[in-house]
């Protein structure tokens, strides 16, 4: 699983607004974010579309306008603004949003495995805030049982009859 540019640099925009907004409780430029955190204005403004129609950000207009949270950072969790950029990020087709998966998902004896990364990674996405990243918080673990192969594993239909 690899984001795009298009994340990372939403990410880092976000972040800046949220700093920026909180040192001057006024709406921060494009311009001024883009040139803080080194991305082109223009890039900038088609990462703002986005954010905004996910609801991450709106516009302000006027001679002091930009842009503003439209929530607060604590209350925007990663998983949000990634959704904005991303998507549904499911390491699978099978498992992406509205689909009912392939033909072969009863006796796919990988599918237990996808899930469990999907879930894992959404679940870690969905606990990071925006305020997290911001005040440098540490990233919460995510507790995942080792050994995959256990007794448990008897219990599982036989793929290769």
Same mark, same amino acid.
């Given at each position: 699983?690899?984001?795009?540019?298009?994340?990372?640099?939403?990410?880092?925009?976000?972040?800046?607004?949220? /700093?920026?907004?909180?040192?001057?409780?006024?709406? $921060?430029?494009?311009?001024? +974010?883009? !040139?803080? %955190?080194?991305?082109? *204005?223009?890039?900038?403004?088609?990462?703002?579309?986005?954010?905004?129609?996910?609801?991450?950000?709106?516009?302000?207009?006027?001679?002091?306008?930009?842009?503003?949270?439209?929530?607060?950072?604590?209350?925007?969790?990663?998983?949000? /603004?990634?959704?904005?950029?991303?998507?549904?990020? $499911?390491?699978?087709?099978? +498992?992406? !949003?509205? %689909?009912?998966?392939? *033909?072969?998902?009863?006796?796919?004896?990988?599918?237990?495995?996808?899930?469990?990364?999907?879930?894992?990674?959404?679940?870690?996405?969905?606990?990071?805030?925006?305020?997290?990243?911001?005040?440098?918080?540490?990233?919460?673990?995510?507790?995942?049982?080792?050994?995959?192969?256990?007794?448990?594993?008897?219990?599982?239909?036989?793929?290769?009859?």
């Amino acid at each position: 699983m690899k984001f795009s540019t298009k994340t990372r640099y939403a990410l880092r925009l976000t972040i800046e607004l949220a /700093i920026t907004t909180k040192v001057t409780s006024q709406p $921060a430029s494009l311009k001024e +974010l883009a !040139n803080k %955190q080194n991305v082109s *204005e223009k890039y900038s403004e088609q990462i703002f579309g986005l954010l905004r129609r996910g609801s991450i950000v709106k516009s302000v207009r006027g001679a002091q306008g930009g842009y503003i949270l439209t929530r607060a950072p604590e209350d925007i969790t990663i998983g949000e /603004i990634i959704q904005c950029t991303e998507g549904d990020i $499911a390491p699978v087709s099978c +498992l992406e !949003n509205g %689909q009912d998966g392939c *033909e072969f998902r009863d006796k796919c004896p990988t599918i237990k495995f996808w899930k469990k990364l999907n879930d894992t990674v959404k679940e870690l996405l969905n606990q990071v805030t925006l305020a997290d990243l911001v005040n440098g918080c540490p990233i919460p673990d995510i507790n995942i049982e080792p050994g995959l192969c256990s007794p448990k594993c008897a219990d599982l239909p036989d793929y290769y009859i």
